[in-house]
């Protein structure tokens, strides 16, 4: 009890000088109290954090890692979002220019048409008066072996006549089945040369061009050649109609196997 008493008289004495502010003494009942250091770790303990750590540096690399591949991902959903942007504003230019050039591409197809539908045409015209050459070219032809097979007897009725004019009229005949004769042959080159060339060109696939005749042999040349010839003939048998020679049967039918004109 006595140690009790003793020992809180000398805890009011120090509450009482801290109190007034002063020191604190110390004595063998009050000595001063250190501050207490941590226990010293033992061996297994240090072992233990010694094997720990490698486990905690993977864990701080991975939530490292795992933060930046959130701001890579974050980085890479802002780049995805302005390169949609910017292919939106292209997409959007592309319509205007598309808009802008649509007229322009109507007109060039419009002049791809047109020009098709004129080289059909012109392919078509071409055709046409090929064709009609053609047949007129065959008719004059049957015209000319009449007048060619009637000379004989142009001959018979020049001498019969016996007159200037009716021996004119025989060398216009002559003259005139031979010019046929020569317009003809040059035709039928040109037409041999015009089926070559379209040949080559069917086999080199390239755009059809007819090859006109040249201005100095046409179909008319032969026309105008036997319409001379025609006219020859009519006129011998005139001349030996109105002679003092009675018609004899043979010119009668003559007249009867003449050409007629075109």
């Given at each position: ?172 005949l002559r003259s005139s089945i031979e010019g ?83």
């Open positions: 009890m006595l140690q009790a008493t003793l020992e809180a008289l000398e805890l009011r004495r120090q509450w009482s000088s801290r109190e007034r502010g002063g020191a604190v003494t110390y004595s063998r009942e009050n000595p001063p109290r250190l501050a207490l250091s941590p226990p010293s770790l033992g061996g297994k303990q240090k072992q233990q954090r010694q094997q720990l750590l490698p486990e905690r540096k993977h864990r701080q690399l991975q939530l490292v890692s795992k933060e930046e591949q959130q701001k890579q991902q974050q980085q890479q959903q802002k780049e995805l979002k302005q390169q949609l942007k910017q292919k939106h504003k292209l997409t959007q230019k592309q319509k205007q220019q598309r808009q802008q050039l649509l007229p322009e591409r109507k007109h060039r197809q419009l002049q791809l048409v047109s020009k098709e539908e004129q080289q059909k045409q012109q392919q078509q015209q071409q055709q046409q008066q090929q064709q009609q050459d053609i047949s007129k070219q065959e008719l004059l032809s049957q015209q000319l072996s009449e007048l060619q097979q009637l000379q004989p007897l142009a001959i018979h009725l020049a001498q019969r006549v016996y007159s200037g004019e009716a021996f004119n009229a025989l060398d216009v046929a004769r020569q317009v003809q042959e040059k035709l039928q080159k040109q037409q041999q040369q015009q089926q070559q060339q379209e040949q080559q060109q069917q086999q080199q696939q390239q755009e059809y061009v007819s090859v006109s005749p040249p201005e100095d042999v046409d179909t008319d040349m032969l026309a105008a050649a036997v319409e001379s010839g025609v006219d020859g003939l009519s006129l011998l048998y005139e001349l030996s109609s109105s002679s003092r020679s009675s018609s004899s049967s043979s010119s009668r039918s003559m007249f009867l196997f003449l050409p007629q004109r075109m």
